[in-house]
């Protein structure tokens, strides 16, 4: 008899056709994949039925589309298996076919905090509402409902508005709120409906779109709170802009299809801004239909603002690092939802927390470490993880990570019969706490904190705590700081682009939401609409679409790649007490974690100067890194690389400049970036350099020694020169140079690698 587990040689043939027949099968599987193609001279596609006509005549039997894509990208999604794929691919005008890749979302008092509302309540009309303009949203759906997206006193959308609203015949849509689609190829059956028959709904059953969407451009909303907590007006950044809601998203998966559909539908309907809180690892950029759809939107001069991620505080962590998008980190502003841990031993610590119910000063509650029982990982407090550890009537110290929710933790110690938790920080979010709402009394606190608690619990016999509520408290510093989850550079894609581009509020951010949030008990106590505080990069981009819309209202004809210049050299390096901008280990953030620095919305309406980028640059920066096949799917056209001026990364006139030498880098040779800068200020006009960089860090020159505009919309060229190190071990130098003016200050961060020689 063969041994257990190996076939004998008389079944060996019958395993053999058992694997073959199993590669068969595996090769009969449908699987989703965006096609890429290009018409021949012989295809005339004069309108979207001959173009998707033409898309049908690659299509096996029995096979439908799943999207057809008109605006952003040549080709279309389609459910095909490996052999029906093999077969299209040898057809003319096949290009490439990309497998359909899943995204996930980067999941009040900021206008004021942002200098766009005054001290008496009102709005700062300096920096204008946004009037005119419409901002895309692609998300998980929106709540029509809300008062955040009211239409009240708003004028009709512009006549180039071309959406729709498809919330299943209910008359939902207004001047505010001026279109809604769905896009779900998870459930659609390709008719509107899903496979059981019922409508497809862009109504969030999620909340993070409504959070989102209302954060560009809510309306004006009194009497915002969340169960008592950051109590105010709550109003979106460009509160008289029109929004448009993609629903791209479910309750946790996007789809690249869906989204590539989605950008193609925005596009189409006239929005002026794309706003996305949502992303993935990153690929090469004709790999990443995310950054294949907002190529062409770019191009066709709408401005797209992209979440980084929420993978940091670790390098090269970076989602959505395109040059023609804004990529926005995330940091905080000067309010805490603050809570009190105080220790038997007389020691506090302050921490955060939404949920803040009726305590009594006076109680102490035993405490006791989730990590001091037997089961693995059991200081994360996953969903089971306090079984059999005695925590009942007991506040209990939780630990941050682990891929366990920070408000599921307060479940499971809830449902373990806890009185309260601890949340507290690991060394690598260092200081970065956030105010959830929790399910139980709970206290956010930074590692140090936490650490300190521990070693009490581990030094007494019966430790003991209580949690104390201190409410909203306002000015708080320092402000704004990076906070840990922010995604970092450098960009893995093109090092010679520095990114992020900007950091904008992400942390604790009131914004609308579809329901009631918070224990029972707790929220029975308070009426109204209902918001939430979230945070993520996922909060931040929409701030930034916001304002990105109040300079395009104002600046209407400025391209895409001009509005960004105006938001990334007017940021501010330093917080709101003149100090550097701190990262969560209470250090200066650097450039890879901050970009150009927090967003001056104010300064950004008057820039002076301005780094435009035409598309045709994208094209010569993209045959720097990809053959013709590569590039013609960006472009969605035949692009021959060898007749385009190819721009090195360092080269593109972006608005940051980024210089890496490569140890096989001569090091007699210094390297030069040239740049050129337009004059949208005031003329005549002369500007002066000057370099803000550590002493004796590098030697670094710009010529010509000033910059003199005589009239507006003025061209000038500089060059910078930057010389290598010829000793010393493999360092990043980073600061910037300002161009000054006596009006003006346009800074552009400057970043610098050197490889040891």
Same mark, same amino acid.
């Given at each position: ?256 299809? $869906?989204?590539? +559909?989605?950008?193609?539908? %925005?596009? #189409? ?5 794309? /706003? @996305? *809180?949502? =992303? ?7 790999? $990443?239909?995310? +950054?294949?759809?907002?190529? %062409?939107? #770019? ?5 797209? /603002? @992209? *979440?980084? =991620? ?448």
């Amino acid at each position: 008899m063969a041994a257990f587990g190996v076939p004998s040689l008389s079944l060996l043939p019958f395993v053999l056709l058992a694997l073959v027949a199993a590669v068969e099968s595996a090769g009969d599987e449908r699987s989703t994949f965006i096609v890429h193609v290009q018409p021949q001279a012989s295809h005339v596609l004069g309108t979207a039925d001959d173009r998707k006509a033409w898309y049908n005549s690659f299509l096996p039997e029995n096979v439908r589309l799943l999207h057809a894509y008109h605006h952003v990208a040549s080709g279309f999604a389609v459910r095909l298996t490996r052999r029906e794929l093999d077969k299209m691919s040898a057809m003319p005008g096949f290009v490439a076919a990309v497998p359909d890749r899943v995204y996930k979302l980067h999941t009040t008092h900021t206008p004021r905090f942002l200098g766009l509302d005054t001290r008496q309540g009102g709005r700062n009309y300096s920096a204008g509402s946004g009037d005119g303009v419409i901002i895309g949203v692609l998300d998980s759906g929106v709540t029509p409902d809300h008062p955040s997206f009211s239409g009240d006193g708003m004028p009709a959308p512009p006549a180039k508005w071309k959406g729709r609203c498809d919330f299943n015949g209910r008359s939902v849509c207004n001047n505010k709120l001026i279109g809604a689609r769905v896009f779900d190829t998870a459930v659609s059956a390709g008719n509107g409906t899903t496979s059981t028959g019922a409508p497809l709904s862009p109504i969030d059953e999620d909340g993070h779109g409504t959070h989102t969407s209302s954060t560009a451009a809510g309306a004006v909303v009194p009497g915002a709170q969340v169960l008592g907590q950051g109590r105010g007006t709550a109003s979106g950044i460009a509160p008289r802009a029109h929004v448009a809601m993609y629903k791209v998203c479910g309750l946790e998966d996007c789809t690249s299809a $869906d989204i590539l +559909a989605g950008i193609d539908a %925005a596009v #189409a309907d006239g929005c002026d801004i794309i /706003s @996305m *809180s949502l =992303g993935g690892p990153s690929l090469p950029y004709p790999e $990443d239909s995310i +950054a294949v759809g907002t190529f %062409a939107a #770019a191009e066709k001069g709408i401005f797209v /603002s @992209m *979440s980084a =991620g929420n993978s940091g505080p670790n390098y090269t962590t970076l989602s959505n690092e395109a040059p023609w998008m804004l990529t926005v980190a995330a940091s905080t502003m000067d309010r805490l939802i603050r809570t009190r841990v105080r220790l038997g031993n007389g020691l506090y610590f302050d921490g955060e927390s939404v949920s803040q119910p009726d305590a009594a000063a006076t109680v102490f509650y035993p405490l006791v470490y989730a990590g001091a029982s037997s089961t693995p990982d059991a200081q994360f407090c996953g969903n089971g993880s306090l079984d059999g550890f005695d925590v009942r009537g007991k506040i209990v110290v939780c630990e941050r990570g682990n891929d366990v929710g920070r408000v599921d933790k307060g479940a499971e110690v809830l449902r373990a019969g806890g009185v309260g938790m601890i949340l507290a920080n690991q060394a690598i979010d260092g200081f970065s706490t956030i105010a959830d709402v929790h399910a139980l009394p709970a206290s956010h606190v930074s590692y140090h904190a936490g650490d300190a608690i521990i070693n009490y619990i581990k030094s007494r016999a019966r430790p003991m705590a209580q949690i104390m509520f201190r409410g909203t408290v306002l000015g708080t510093s320092p402000a704004p700081a990076i906070t840990s989850f922010s995604s970092r550079g450098p960009s893995m894609q093109n090092p010679g682009i520095l990114k992020p581009d900007i950091t904008g509020p992400g942390v604790s951010v009131l914004a609308a939401w579809p329901f009631q949030v918070g224990p029972p008990s707790l929220a029975a106590k308070y009426s109204g609409p209902t918001f939430n505080f979230e945070s993520g990069t996922s909060m931040s981009a929409p701030h930034l679409s916001g304002i990105a819309a109040l300079i395009k209202s104002k600046y209407p004809d400025w391209s895409p790649a001009a509005i960004k210049s105006a938001i990334m050299t007017t940021a501010d390096s330093t917080d709101r007490s003149g100090m550097p901008i701190t990262d969560e280990k209470g250090t200066a953030a650097d450039l890879f974690a901050l970009g150009a620095g927090h967003v001056d919305p104010d300064k950004a309406m008057n820039p002076g100067l301005v780094y435009d980028i035409s598309p045709a640059d994208y094209i010569g920066f993209l045959c720097g890194m990809y053959t013709d096949k590569e590039v013609s799917v960006i472009a969605r056209r035949a692009v021959d690389c060898s007749a385009v001026e190819v721009i090195p990364d360092r080269l593109l006139n972006y608005p940051s400049i980024s210089v890496t030498f490569p140890s096989s880098w001569n090091p007699m040779a210094p390297m030069m970036v040239t740049r050129k800068v337009t004059n949208v200020g005031e003329a005549p006009a002369v500007y002066y350099p000057q370099f803000d960089l550590p002493e004796n860090s590098m030697n670094v020159t710009v010529m010509p020694s000033s910059l003199r505009f005589t009239e507006a919309n003025q061209v000038k060229v500089f060059k910078v020169t930057v010389w290598p190190r010829t000793s010393g071990d493999a360092v990043v130098v980073q600061g910037g140079l300002r161009w000054v003016s006596d009006k003006h200050t346009v800074r552009s961060p400057l970043s610098v690698a050197f490889a040891g020689y």
